[in-house]
């Protein structure tokens, strides 16, 4: 390998990528970052992340500063290569769309050499990693792959998962546990040692079919909890019964432990990996499909309780939406249910809808459209309108009164 290899090409700058990248740029590597968007490159090298996460944009300008971190907007060569590309699902037919991470490798091909390492981090389909390294065998017959029953390939392949949530990422980076599933033990070892040089928490042996269903399993087993919660607060609404006191009087059973409703399931996880195991077993995964189900149903059922309450009230009431973003306190608006809502009830009552989010700014860079969306401040939202709906409960938020003059549909239990 040459003079002006790195030590480690990061391939997508996005929310795992970037701090990804950061954390190894950190532990004393030369680290390429490569990201098709020009804007993110461009943050990068400025010292700047471009997106928002406690501490990273600090530790992005150091590792830059210091020369351990570049960005690119086309791989460079290197020892180690990490894809963490987005995995979404098509809307209509919730099939798994892995032509970001194909399109990674094909744009690592070329700077291949031999005693490389890939590790895929982005959330697969099972088989994926096998896929990917299909495509590279193909793409560079020079090289031998962990395919075939090869027992020491050229270029190694591995699998690799983050377990991270946004507002903790640089600290739950280094201290969860990783599950590494390598496609040949060797592999697995290589990976183990390459995470090793930052993860504190244990980096625990597997294989890259097991590894790639146990990401999609830890996020299906929070869908089906979160569903479980949203299916009884419609069960409780329609009975006219509080869901809040009714999960605080069961959560205080030893062995129960109720998560809590929300306008449905938003963010580049839990609302999409369910659907790559569905995909996978179609006829078994019946659990996991309904809790999809009701998950994405929720925000109908919101809407329907909007409409009922400008129904109730003023020919032109004005209604007010609080919160767009998937979750508290993050500026993500990635399959938000929220923002839907609020397009839809746009798209119902023109004119007479505005949006209150703390991290509106982020929104025109976000990739989701901001076609009609009015934001005002929390205050003068609060006093113009007639029907209030609360979304996301951001800190930003808290000392809020419950107005009592108006409608209120709380989704969150803000108000509880």
Known sequence: MGSNTHDVAV???????????VMFANAGCSVAGVDISKRAVDAVNAGEAHFEELGLSDMVERCVRK???RAYLSPMPARHFII???????HATHEPDISYVLAAGRSVAPVLEKGNLI????TSPVGTTRELASLLAELRPDLVFPLNGQVEPDVHLAYCPERIIPGRMLQELVENDRVVGGMTQSCTRLARALYGRFVRGACIDSDDRTAELCKLTEN??????????NELSMICSDAGIDVWKVIELANRHPRVNILSPGPGVGGHCIAVDPWFIVATAPERARLIRAAREVNDSKPDYVLAQVARAVAGGQPDSRIAC????????VDDFRESPSLHIAHQLISRYPGRVVCVDPFQDAFHH?????????FAESQDALRQADVVVMLVNHSAFRGMQKPEDKAVIDATGFWK
Not at 84 to 90: G, K
Not at 322 to 329: C, I, Q, R, V
Not at 366 to 374: F, M, Q, R, T
């Open 322 to 329: 609080f919160g767009l973003t998937y979750k508290p306190d």
């Open 366 to 374: 976000s990739g989701e459209s901001v076609d009609g969306i009015l």
């Open 119 to 122: 590790v895929l981090e982005s």
């Open 84 to 90: 963490a590309v987005p995995t979404p699902v098509d």
């Open 11 to 21: 391939i997508g700058l996005g929310y795992i990528g970037l701090p990804t990248a």
């Open 67 to 69: 020369g351990s971190l």
């Open 220 to 229: 299906a087993f929070r869908d089906v909890n979160i569903a479980f919660a």
